[in-house]
């Protein structure tokens, strides 16, 4: 069974960072891409970022093109969401999912997702 973990969401001012991190556990975690998601209030889940399994290309959504940046370190079944110039329509749950297709954007194309964490930006 996988089971993923997010933490390091908080309030923080427009214009400052913040970097999530989710902790995976179960199966061999390398063999996983792993995205990140978000739902603002109101809103459905959209698609953020994602980082294939192999050998680690990623893609991102345009609204945070530039700004946030995916990393996984495979030696920690870790994977790292480093968020800057934070606006406050970055405000939302965000979530870790982990897929088993190369580079997916869509929510259908993950199997697995965390219990997500909080970003609030305040302007």
């Known amino acids: 069974q996988v089971q993923l973990a997010e933490s390091g969401g908080g309030l923080v001012q427009a214009g400052g960072s913040l970097r999530l991190s989710c902790q995976y556990s179960?199966?061999?975690?390398?063999?996983?891409?792993m995205g990140w998601f978000r739902q603002a209030p109101g809103k459905e889940r959209e698609f953020v970022t994602t980082?294939?399994?192999?050998?680690?290309?990623?893609y991102y959504a345009d609204s945070v093109k530039g700004r946030f940046t995916i990393s996984r370190d495979n030696a920690k079944d870790t994977v790292y969401l480093q968020m800057n110039t934070l606006r406050p329509e970055d405000t939302a749950v965000y979530y870790c999912?982990?897929?088993?297709?190369?580079?997916?954007?869509?929510?259908?194309?993950?199997?697995?997702w965390g219990q997500g964490t909080q970003v609030t930006v305040s302007s």
């Open positions: 179960g199966r061999t975690f390398v063999s996983y891409t």
């Open positions: 999912a982990a897929s088993t297709t190369n580079i997916a954007t869509y929510e259908y194309e993950y199997d697995f």
């Open positions: 980082i294939s399994w192999m050998p680690g290309n990623t």
